[in-house]
């Protein structure tokens, strides 16, 4: 073992409290030195798939020793969340890992986060590797503001519900999809969101076969039809087009701010937040003043 390795700390140097690790996504190198620091000296280890936390441990030539290794998924969040709190109320340090990314992100943690929480005790963040956030940076679409969607509902009623309330967010959106899925989503998307609408669809990120593509959701849905790529697959779409108001939504703008307001203040109000000319949100609430 190198010097590095060696001044690892050990069990027992780690603040108490529960510690979400985000562990790599593909890479094994992206894992951050904090995160190898919590993982070498928590007083228990938590993860999603205990193999996983354990390969990547030797990979980093970390020790599991005589620690606790306990299993927390989405079937047992509930029971683990017990042993945590056991854990935290005697004053350990818990780390939890996700197999892969951020924990709670699409991943099981949340009600240990909760359990925490309503008891009172610490919980920190050991940030890192995120699907999300690679894939939004490397889309070439704005990042100013998005939207994490989480993965695409399989039932068809579900979908279409999704789809809709998705199709006018003013965010760019970045959501899962399974390889098996992808080819529909994508043509759902084009029908729903509209056939140009620019997205990029992401996949294997940060391992040996990345791959993105990037087009307009109809071109993206066209190039995977009778295809299924293999891999995790992370989907991100421009936001939604700025829409022009109508005169009805301008005029029912201005009926309501004109209850409370003077005609200068209600069109300034009304301009600003649909968009409109002040002049002709003007010339309109001079009308309704005169009725």
Do not use: W
């Not at 390795?5 to 904090?34: K, M, N, Q, W, Y």
């Not at 699409?106 to 309503?118: N, Y």
């Not at 993206?220 to 421009?238: F, M, N, S, T």
């Amino acid at each position: 073992m190198n010097g590095a390795a060696d001044a690892r700390p050990v069990s027992g140097t780690i603040p108490p409290g529960l510690h979400l690790v985000a562990t790599p996504i593909g890479a094994a190198r992206d894992i951050t030195l904090r995160a190898l620091d919590v993982l070498a000296g928590a007083d228990v280890l938590m993860a999603e798939d205990t193999r996983t936390l354990r390969h990547l441990m030797e990979i980093h030539g970390l020790a599991v020793g005589k620690r606790p290794l306990i299993a927390c998924h989405d079937h047992n969040e509930a029971e683990a969340a017990e042993r945590m709190l056991a854990a935290l109320q005697a004053g350990k340090s818990v780390a939890y890992a996700s197999e892969a990314g951020t924990p709670l992100i699409s991943d099981p943690g949340f009600t240990l986060v909760r359990s925490a929480v309503s008891a009172g005790q610490p919980v920190h963040a050991v940030p890192g590797a995120s699907a999300v956030l690679a894939a939004l940076t490397l889309s070439g679409l704005p990042t100013d503001r998005f939207l994490f969607a989480g993965f695409v509902p399989t039932a068809a009623g579900d979908r279409a519900r999704y789809l809709a309330d998705l199709a006018t967010v003013p965010a760019t959106l970045v959501v899962y999809e399974s390889p098996r899925r992808v080819a529909r989503t994508l043509a759902e998307m084009a029908r729903v969101f509209g056939p140009d609408r620019p997205a990029a669809l992401c996949r294997e990120l940060t391992k040996r076969h990345e791959e993105i593509r990037r087009g307009r959701l109809l071109n993206l849905a066209e190039e995977l039809q009778g295809a299924e790529p293999k891999g995790e697959i992370v989907l991100v779409i421009a936001r939604a087009p700025d829409r022009a108001a109508t005169a009805d939504e301008v005029r029912a703008a201005l009926t309501n701010a004109l209850k409370t307001m003077s005609v200068k203040e209600a069109v300034a109000e009304v301009a600003h937040h649909l968009g409109v000319p002040r002049k002709d949100a003007y010339r309109m609430a001079l009308d309704l003043a005169e009725r």
